[in-house]
């Protein structure tokens, strides 16, 4: 097997993410799967790369925001996008550390929504809005979060299988 055959999946990996959250933020603004995305890279990734992969999706959800779609340029927008940084980060660690300690992605999944949401309602109680984390909303964003979440582990698991099939295709 080729050297580019092995990389692919994890070259692909990081611009799946990028594209995810570039269309997700056009398509769904506020509605972005930050947890889902720590999940995967921590799933999927070395420390370092998914680190990065995270806080490049943010970055890309950040610029377009400001850029695209208008968010006020103001200290309190800027200090709820550091935030989603912050808790994204915090996600990571969570998926990552249940990851090692128990093989269940699903499991690691709920860990990062709880820390993501956890660590940015800890944000809204002093600068945000704690109204939103009303157990409705919390539940419609743990069904887009979960939604999202299904979609790119299928997808990272066909890109995982990628080298296996160049190389079942060189067998026949």
């Given amino acids: 097997m080729t050297d580019f055959a092995k990389s692919l999946p994890a070259l692909a990996l990081p611009a799946v993410l ?7 933020t056009v398509v769904l603004a506020c ?3 930050f947890a889902a995305i720590a999940t995967i890279c921590a799933l999927a990734m070395p420390a370092r790369r998914g680190l990065a992969t995270v806080a490049l999706c943010w970055l890309g ?3 377009l925001g400001f850029g695209l779609m208008g968010f006020p340029w103001d200290a ?3 200090a709820a996008g550091l935030s989603l940084l912050v808790s994204s980060l915090i996600a990571f660690a969570a998926a990552r550390g249940l ?3 128990q093989d269940n992605p699903l499991l690691a999944f709920v860990g990062a929504f709880a820390a993501f949401e956890v ?6 109680l002093p600068f945000g809005d704690p109204a939103l984390f009303a157990p409705h909303i919390v539940a419609q964003i743990a069904l887009n979060d979960a939604l999202w979440f299904a979609g790119l582990w299928l997808g990272w698991q066909v890109l995982a ?5 160049a190389d079942r295709r ?3």
């Fill in 18 to 24: 990028a594209a995810t959250t570039l269309t997700g």
């Fill in 31 to 33: 509605m972005m799967p």
């Fill in 61 to 63: 959800n950040q610029v």
């Fill in 76 to 78: 309190p927008t800027f």
């Fill in 99 to 101: 990851a090692k300690a």
């Fill in 119 to 124: 660590s940015l309602f800890a944000y809204a």
């Fill in 161 to 165: 299988r990628i080298p296996a099939l």
């Fill in 170 to 172: 060189r067998r026949v």
